[in-house]
């Protein structure tokens, strides 16, 4: 298939950025192709300004803001891990006043959308407690300011679809990398969310994500790469790039047994609505 209508629903340019990869020019390859957009996510409390900056020539990349789970810092229940990204452990009051600094960022920078945030009980980050605070207070914030969110969830599905019961946003959001649980995809469905499947779609064992893929109604539906993780098959273990997601939408349409062009239309529409986002 070729990159007409096509979309990627999440990727960190930041992070492709820090790892070396020449990420405007393959952007602007991809524009010329006729890729339609997609989502740019934010990590960190602080990095709206700077991303506000470089994405400026693409106004087809939606900007999202957020603390995601991982600024709990680190965890207070587990060793610490090699892998381990955030080393430091942080009392309420940073957390607290770093969400000040996030919520007048989001005003001020025109963020489209909360996220990534959520729950992520596979690295544990700081404590329980501390990722519910910085999860529940944006997705109050969310309904405050008309925002939808994008929701992370790592092996935190019950609490998860919790929490988008009883806090909405009124907007909705996006399930990001979808992992398969039916407790979180009917919360979802039922809160007006979209589902998006990353390239872990496409991992040959998968079968049960590709059969949770055919009870998501088409026009919920959505595609990502999370670049620079998660590459599909057959770049599987190389760092990722948006131009990736054609694999993605390949293995969907196969699975949904349509053609690649068809369902390309459908999610450009999906992705179409969730932009008039101010
Ligand atoms: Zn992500």
């Not at 600094?101 to 963020?111: F, G, M, P, W």
Request: with cysteine; proline share 5%; net charge negative.
């Amino acid at each position: 298939m070729t990159y007409q209508n096509v979309i990627d629903s999440h990727f960190h340019t930041q992070s492709m950025l820090q790892r070396g990869m020449d990420v405007f020019s393959l952007y602007d390859k991809l524009f010329s192709s006729g890729f339609h957009g997609g989502i740019d996510i934010g990590c960190m409390h602080d990095d709206l300004p700077e991303r506000r900056e470089f994405l400026k020539p693409y106004p087809k990349i939606l900007l999202s803001g957020a603390m995601g789970p991982w600024e709990a810092g680190r965890s207070e229940t587990k060793p610490l891990e090699p892998e381990y990204e955030f080393a430091q452990i942080k009392d309420i009051d940073q957390i607290e006043r770093e969400l000040v600094v996030l919520k007048d960022n989001i005003i001020r920078y025109k963020a489209c959308f909360i996220g990534e945030i959520g729950l992520d009980y596979y690295w544990d980050y700081g404590t329980h407690e501390k990722q519910h605070l910085i999860f529940e207070t944006q997705m109050r914030w969310a309904s405050e300011m008309g925002l939808r969110v994008l929701i992370h969830d790592r092996d935190a599905d019950d609490e998860t679809a919790e929490v988008i019961r009883r806090l909405g946003p009124e907007r909705g959001g996006i399930i990001h990398c979808f992992d398969g649980s039916s407790t979180v995809l009917e919360t979802a469905l039922d809160k007006g969310y979209y589902i998006s499947f990353a390239g872990n779609l496409t991992y040959k064992r998968n079968t049960n994500l590709r059969e949770m893929l055919k009870k998501v109604p088409l026009e919920r539906l959505l595609l990502e790469t999370d670049s620079p993780y998660l590459a599909p098959v057959p770049l599987r273990g190389q760092p990722n790039n948006p131009s990736y997601i054609i694999h993605t939408y390949e293995c969907a349409a196969e699975t949904l047994g349509m053609a690649p062009e068809d369902l390309a239309m459908i999610i450009k529409e999906n992705f179409d609505r969730l932009s008039a986002c101010v």
